[in-house]
């Protein structure tokens, strides 16, 4: 009995993982073309056009703070000087404890605003709206404390335009970000949300209007996150928005039309990854109407956020990542492998409950059957090893891939010891960190298992300093 | 192993070899990632030298070029061009013509004739590369090089969406009215919303195009698509004459083409109109309301007030906004209602909020 069951588990961590690599070699293929089709279009239609037509959207940027006071203040100057025709920026900051608001005042010079805030989706009480006279497109609320979701549904709540872009307060946008992510609406009446990609910025000189000069970061373990992002966002999330599957959209930055999270009942409150959670509760609102959900995502990098260097952060990350992915997919469990739900319900949530929320759990019988099968010779020891060797092989080459698909875009890492550092990184992240973070995504899945809430403190070094 | 090949994963199944398969496998993936790592870096390199070089090159090339443009210097300085910097000088001028016109431009396009820069531009508007094509097609628009255009009006039926576009671009850049035909058919062949991005496309042709439509699309309103376009660009060139086809078109009846009659009536600014459009402020659709919005402050002026106040309580918001920035476009006179709009307590909160925003705006105006 016990026999069969080992062999059962080998012979399905040896199905799940070609199954697995399969997909992911025809995602970085169609990334590739993704890629070199839209720097083909950029060629030839520049985001710049926009200030040469008087057909554009105008976009409300929301942006949540809390405890953010080392980087808020370089964070909305690099969102003042986005390059957009019309923009209102609406600084959320959700009860910090730090003194955000007022290094906000002092830095922007606002008063107290009366201004009427339409409560189209029901949040905490709001304390006080701020507005400056020198910058008539700023707003910032100060509100209760409510999570991130109840503070991106207050700053719905107060844009004033038909596009929303929801961001977090520590990221740093490229200049010519909303003219790049907007580019989708301009091209489909009926898309729903977009995206762009999501770079660290742990090692870059960032100055008041932004990114200024590319660099990698001294810490190792910024350094495997810099390699996880390509990796996630280059093939991944890339290749699955060119099959028309993109099932995520990172809360560091998406553009959506306002009247879609307005529809799905705005950004589920007491939900840990807000940001998958309200693209999943968008497919299932925009299905269950009987209409289409497209989504798109630009592959320019045109975001830059803050990683955690500390191993203690890094973990709670994942371990909050792991949990808002189980409890998300839990929640919509009715859409998976529903035909009414289209792609979403037959690719898309089966492939994240398989291929992500599985992962750890997968890997992680994977090592124990490893060395169990070894330690009882249950398995032909030569297979074993050469099978260990071709996951690394395969794991290795994916993110190898995915550090040579940055060289096609317009900012990349330069330098050929750049170069050299990330594809050492790719080969490093195999031993060692790739375990600590299936060990941090296991204790996720627990922990989720056991009904346990809350982000977690996130201390943040400020992207002005690094 | 003792064991190994009884249970579990054995050596073999069914005849086939699954150890010297996976061998095999874990070889091959050996060299594709020695291959990619060998190539990222060669890649790198190569991008590197290629960013510098350009760099220098465009350093080097602004400074000769203000010196053959504006002191005179020959353009033999340019002859000893590397035969390899020929397409990155090509893109060079490509860049500096969009910015430059009159003289300057007919002096860099004959530069470009007498260093052979288009010789193989034919060859280049058929290359497998769509980067390539497009470039290519935008290149005889930018140079005038006139002789290709039937070979650009192929491109129209492109699979690319983007060398469609630049050769779009390109036929109207040449004002020429035979090339005007295709051209509108593949913007009515986009998407309603690309068709308005691509009004300044179709501008290229010039003031010369409203006729030329006026004669072909025959009595309004069909066809629809047509006379939307023909009214948004009646907006786009203010073209007077075109005043009564627009009443004609406020009269038709269809949402959309009222819609674009009124917004060409604002744009035209003739006083006349105002009788016209004022009516369509109590419309039940809010999208010719707040068209109206726009149209009623340029058209009435002062005697649009009553008017834009009652739209200030519209319970649209598109309607609201479009009726403060009317009453901010006023003047003074404006400007004085925004504030008393401001302060009352009575009024409409929506309004109220509107219009202390818009004082915001105008206080801080310099």
New interface residues.
């Given amino acids: 009995m016990s026999?069969?069951l080992?062999?059962l588990a080998?012979?399905g961590i040896?199905i799940y993982f070609f199954a697995l690599n399969g997909i992911q070699l025809s995602l970085i293929l169609q990334a590739a073309l993704a890629i070199r089709?839209h720097?083909?279009?950029?060629?030839?239609?520049e985001p710049e056009a926009i200030f040469?037509?008087?057909?554009y959207t105008p976009i409300t940027l929301i942006c949540p703070v809390y405890n953010e006071a080392a980087g808020v203040v370089a964070s909305v100057n690099s969102l003042l000087a986005l390059r957009y025709p019309e923009l209102q920026v609406v600084v959320v900051n959700d009860g910090s404890k730090d003194g955000t608001v007022a290094a906000l005042i002092e830095a922007f010079r606002l008063q107290p605003?009366?201004?009427?805030i339409?409560r189209l989706l029901p949040t905490h009480p709001v304390r006080g709206v701020y507005?400056s006279?020198?910058l008539?497109h700023l707003v910032v609320v100060d509100k209760a404390n409510g999570g991130k979701s109840d503070a991106l549904n207050c700053g719905i709540n107060v844009a004033?335009y038909p596009l929303v872009c929801c961001m977090d307060g520590d990221s740093i946008l490229e200049p010519d970000a909303l003219l790049r992510v907007v580019r989708p609406f301009?091209?489909?009446?009926d898309l729903v949300a977009s995206g762009g990609i999501i770079r660290p910025a742990n090692g870059c000189k960032v100055t008041p209007l932004g990114i200024e000069d590319i660099g990698l970061p001294a810490s190792w373990l910024a350094r495997f996150q810099i390699v996880e992002y390509l990796r996630a966002f280059l093939f991944g999330r890339v290749g699955m928005a060119a099959r028309e599957s993109l099932f995520i959209l990172s809360g560091a930055f998406a553009l959506f039309r306002k009247e879609a999270p307005a529809l799905a009942g705005g950004f589920e409150t007491g939900t840990i990854g807000e940001d998958f959670e309200m693209v999943v509760r968008l497919q299932r609102a925009y299905r269950e109407r009987k209409r289409p959900c497209p989504m798109a995502l630009v592959p320019d990098p045109i975001c830059w956020t803050e990683v955690p260097e500390d191993r203690k952060m890094l973990g709670r990350q994942r371990n909050r990542w792991q949990r808002g992915l189980c409890q998300t997919l839990w929640k919509h469990r009715r859409m998976a492998f529903h035909p009414g739900y289209g792609r979403a319900g037959l690719v898309s949530i089966p492939y994240f409950i398989l291929f992500e929320a599985m992962a750890p759990w997968v890997e992680a019988v994977g090592y124990g059957l490893f060395v169990w099968?070894l330690w009882t010779?249950?398995?032909?020891?030569?297979?074993?090893i050469?099978?260990l060797?071709?996951a690394f092989?395969?794991g290795?080459?994916n993110s190898?891939?995915a550090?040579?698909l940055q060289?096609l875009m317009p900012r990349?890492y330069?330098?050929?010891r750049a170069?050299?550092i990330l594809?050492l990184a790719s080969l490093l992240e195999n031993f060692g960190y790739r375990q600590l973070t299936v060990w941090w995504r296991l204790k996720g899945t627990l922990d989720w298992l056991r009904g346990r809430q809350g982000w977690g403190d996130m201390a943040r070094k400020g992207l002005a300093s690094s | 192993m003792p064991g190994g090949a009884d249970i579990g994963l054995p050596a073999r199944l069914a005849g086939l070899p699954l150890l010297e398969l996976l061998g095999w496998l874990a070889l091959a993936l050996f060299l594709v990632l020695g291959f990619l790592l060998a190539m990222a870096l060669a890649v790198q390199v190569r991008s590197d030298r290629i960013r510098a070089r350009r760099l220098a090159c465009h350093a080097r090339w602004e400074g000769e070029m203000a010196a053959y443009l504006y002191l005179g210097r020959d353009a033999d300085t340019f002859q000893q061009l590397d035969a390899r910097d020929r397409a990155l000088f090509r893109h060079f001028l490509q860049r500096a013509l969009l910015s430059i016109g009159g003289e300057d431009a007919n002096r860099i396009r004959e530069l470009a004739s007498r260093l052979d820069l288009h010789d193989d531009l034919a060859r280049r508007l058929a290359a497998l590369g769509a980067a390539s094509r497009a470039r290519a097609a935008l290149e005889v628009g930018l140079f005038q090089r006139w002789e290709h255009l039937d070979r650009v009006e192929a491109l129209l039926k492109d699979p690319a969406p983007s060398v469609a576009f630049a050769a779009a671009r390109t036929l109207a850049r040449s004002g020429d009215l035979s090339h005007a035909a295709p051209v509108l058919a593949w913007v009515l062949g986009q998407e309603k919303v690309q068709q308005e991005r691509l009004l300044r496309v179709l501008m290229g042709f010039g003031p010369g195009l409203l006729p030329w439509m006026e004669a072909r699309l025959g009595a309004p309103p069909q066809p629809r698509e047509g006379w939307r376009l023909y009214g948004l660009l009646v907006a786009t060139f203010r073209d007077l004459a075109s005043g009564p086809r627009m009443r004609e078109l406020l009269a038709s009846g269809d949402l959309e083409l009222t819609a674009t009659a009124l917004k060409a009536l604002r744009a035209l600014g003739d006083p006349s109109a105002y009788g016209a459009v004022a009516p369509f402020a109590t419309h039940p659709e809010w999208v010719l309301r707040a068209q109206t919005a726009l149209g009623l402050g340029t058209l009435g002026g002062l005697q649009a007030l009553p008017a834009l106040q009652q739209l200030m309580e519209d319970r649209v918001f598109e309607v609201r906004r479009n009726a403060a920035q009317s009453i901010a476009e006023l003047g003074s006179a404006g400007e004085e209602v925004l504030r008393w709009i401001a302060l009352g307590q009575e009024a409409d909160p929506f309004a109220r909020d509107l219009a202390r925003e818009r004082v915001q705006w105008l206080e801080a105006a310099p």
Wanted: net charge neutral.
């Fill in positions: 026999a069969s080992l062999a080998q012979w040896l089709r720097q083909d279009s950029l060629e030839a239609d040469e037509s008087n057909f605003s009366e201004r009427v339409r507005e006279p020198l008539p004033r301009l091209d489909r009446a099968s010779h249950s398995v032909n020891g030569a297979f074993a050469l099978f060797l071709v092989l395969f290795t080459m190898v891939a550090v040579f060289i990349r330069r330098g050929l170069m050299g594809l």
